[in-house]
């Protein structure tokens, strides 16, 4: 067990890693777990237990998308398999994970569990609607500042 809170986390699913940004301007360490487009696999990737304070993802959304008009091929549903069972291995402190509001809620044993919407029009003038889901094996709570839409430009 910790003395302190770890300020490492992990990062799954990171891409070009626009959402650990925030977290390392906080003073955070990031590491980068694996992505697809630098030929690396989530499903070959492990960690052990103890090592990172959070977890931080943004898993693939296209199968959860109002916009998509293919059919599911449970790609999606399966990387939040992949993200649940990392965050099972390695046992951090919490979790955060973002994703559009059709995505599947995601509970993790061990974790108390919140969900809540964010949208970009609230700070900025366009509107970008995600929704988190944040784990906590204390009883921290995330409250997030919630504001009324703004007018949005197209």
Request: net charge neutral; hydrophobic share 40%.
């Given at each position: 067990?910790?003395?302190?809170?770890s300020?490492?986390?992990?990062s799954?699913?990171?891409?070009?890693?626009?959402?650990?940004?925030p977290f390392?301007e906080r003073?955070?360490?990031?590491?980068?777990g694996?992505d697809?487009?630098?030929g690396?696999?989530i499903?070959?990737?492990h960690i052990?237990k103890?090592?990172f304070?959070?977890?931080?993802?943004g898993s693939?959304?296209?199968?959860?998308?109002s916009?998509?008009?293919?059919?599911?091929?449970?790609?999606g549903l399966?990387?939040l398999?992949e993200?649940?069972?990392v965050v099972?291995?390695?046992?951090?402190d919490?979790?955060?994970l973002?994703?559009v509001s059709r995505v599947?809620?995601?509970?993790?044993s061990?974790?108390?569990?919140?969900r809540?919407?964010l949208?970009l029009?609230?700070f900025?003038?366009?509107?970008r609607?995600?929704h988190f889901?944040f784990?906590s094996?204390?009883?921290?709570v995330l409250n997030?500042p919630i504001r009324?839409?703004?007018?949005?430009?197209?």
């Amino acid at each position: 067990m910790r003395s302190l809170p770890s300020r490492l986390i992990l990062s799954l699913f990171p891409g070009v890693d626009l959402f650990s940004m925030p977290f390392e301007e906080r003073g955070f360490s990031v590491v980068r777990g694996p992505d697809l487009i630098f030929g690396r696999d989530i499903r070959d990737f492990h960690i052990p237990k103890g090592v990172f304070g959070g977890v931080i993802a943004g898993s693939p959304c296209q199968e959860f998308s109002s916009l998509n008009r293919s059919e599911p091929t449970g790609y999606g549903l399966d990387m939040l398999a992949e993200f649940s069972r990392v965050v099972i291995e390695g046992q951090p402190d919490w979790w955060l994970l973002e994703n559009v509001s059709r995505v599947p809620d995601v509970k993790i044993s061990g974790y108390n569990w919140q969900r809540f919407s964010l949208d970009l029009g609230w700070f900025t003038d366009c509107s970008r609607l995600r929704h988190f889901q944040f784990g906590s094996k204390t009883d921290v709570v995330l409250n997030p500042p919630i504001r009324t839409v703004r007018a949005v430009k197209h």
